[in-house]
């Protein structure tokens, strides 16, 4: 069975990066598309960034375009969320999500096979 295992989450003042990683163990050599997603307290979970395809392709959400950047590394099967210029506003937890198929729509959670555990980030002001 698939699973995703995140790292890299804290408390961070704005302004801060931090980066956060996701290793895949088991059956995962046809992982087509990588996610992440973030809930924040009382509300929904949330696209963040996908990465997809043999080429790489990425997906952004409006509110982290040119603070955030996804990346993967297939040699050792994980996905990077590098976060830069933090604001309160990115508090949530984060998770990690990979797909087996060709996605169409990367910003949909339903779009994704198997979840990790979630990393909680915290940027204060």
């Known amino acids: 069975q698939a699973q995703l295992v995140e790292s890299g989450g804290g408390l961070v003042q704005a302004g801060g990066s931090l980066r956060l990683s996701c290793t895949a163990t088991g059956p995962t050599h046809s992982t087509y598309a990588w996610g992440w997603f973030r809930q924040a307290p009382g509300k929904d979970r949330t696209f963040v960034a996908a990465i997809a395809g043999s080429g790489g392709s990425t997906y952004y959400e409006d509110s982290v375009k040119g603070r955030f950047t996804i990346s993967r590394d297939n040699a050792k099967k994980t996905v990077y969320l590098q976060m830069s210029s933090l604001k309160p506003e990115d508090t949530a937890v984060y998770y990690c999500?990979?797909?087996?198929?060709?996605?169409?729509?990367?910003?949909?959670?339903?779009?994704?096979?198997?979840w990790g555990q979630g990393t909680q980030v915290t940027v204060s002001s």
């Open positions: 999500a990979g797909a087996f198929r060709i996605v169409t729509s990367p910003n949909y959670a339903h779009e994704y096979d198997y």
